[in-house]
Structure formats: structure tokens, C-alpha cells
């Protein structure tokens, strides 16, 4: 069981940036592909980035591709969201999540989720 606690969410404007962080329990959590979905209110869970266990793979939505980065810290266990240009429609909970395979794509399904952090984008 890997547990995951999301950090960095919070209020910004429009055009500025934030980046979340995702803390995992496990060391084996380096041997996992991880990921980011959100969640805007009334909308679906929807996929954002997912990255390989060894960082070198990532993928992304339409949506956030060229404004938004993802990135790993195997060595601390640590995965990150580096999120530019932020727009309103950006708003939504972030969750952290991992896969038990060291890849994964905007098709496949988490097996463990963050609690979320919340992200607003004010106009």
C-alpha cells in the first residue's frame, strides 16, 4: 500500500503559477508510474500527467500540454507539478496518483489516490 499527500495547492491569479508536490510512504513508490488527475466542481475526474517510474516517459492532456510540467524525485520519494500560465479553467482538486507499472498513460487506471489539494484560478 503506497499512501500519497498532496501539497502546494491555493489561490492565484490568472497567469501566475504554482507547483504541486505529491509525498509517497513506500520507496517502492519509485518503482511505480505516478500521475496527476483534477477534479472541477460539477465536472468528471479528469487525467492531467502521468510520468514513468524512471522520469524519462511523461504524457499529458490537451488541455494543460506546453503549460504544464511534471517531474520526479525518486530519491525523495517526491513527485511534482510545475503548473505556468494557469487559467481559470485550471480550477479544480488535484490528486496525486500511483500506478503499480512503471508506465502509464491518460487511459489507465490509478491504484492509489491522494486526498487532493485544492487549486483556484481567479480572472
Known amino acids: 500500500q503506497v499512501q500519497l499527500v498532496e501539497s502546494g495547492g491555493g489561490l492565484v491569479q490568472a497567469g501566475h503559477s504554482l507547483r504541486l508536490s505529491c509525498a509517497a510512504s513506500?520507496?517502492?513508490?519509485?518503482?511505480?508510474?505516478a500521475g496527476w488527475f483534477r477534479q472541477a466542481p460539477g465536472k468528471e475526474r479528469e487525467f492531467v500527467s502521468a510520468?514513468?517510474?524512471?522520469?524519462?516517459?511523461?504524457n499529458y492532456a490537451d488541455s494543460v500540454k506546453g503549460r504544464f510540467t511534471i517531474s520526479r524525485d525518486n530519491a525523495k520519494n517526491t513527485m511534482y507539478l510545475q503548473m505556468n500560465s494557469l487559467k481559470p479553467e485550471d480550477t479544480a482538486v488535484y490528486y496525486c496518483?500511483?500506478?503499480?507499472?512503471?508506465?502509464?498513460?491518460?487511459?489507465?487506471?490509478?491504484?492509489?489516490w491522494g486526498q487532493g489539494t485544492q487549486v483556484t484560478v481567479s480572472s
Open positions: 513506500r520507496r517502492t513508490f519509485s518503482t511505480y508510474a
Open positions: 510520468i514513468s517510474w524512471s522520469g524519462v516517459d511523461t
Open positions: 496518483t500511483a500506478y503499480s507499472v512503471r508506465n502509464a498513460f491518460s487511459g489507465d487506471s490509478p491504484d492509489y
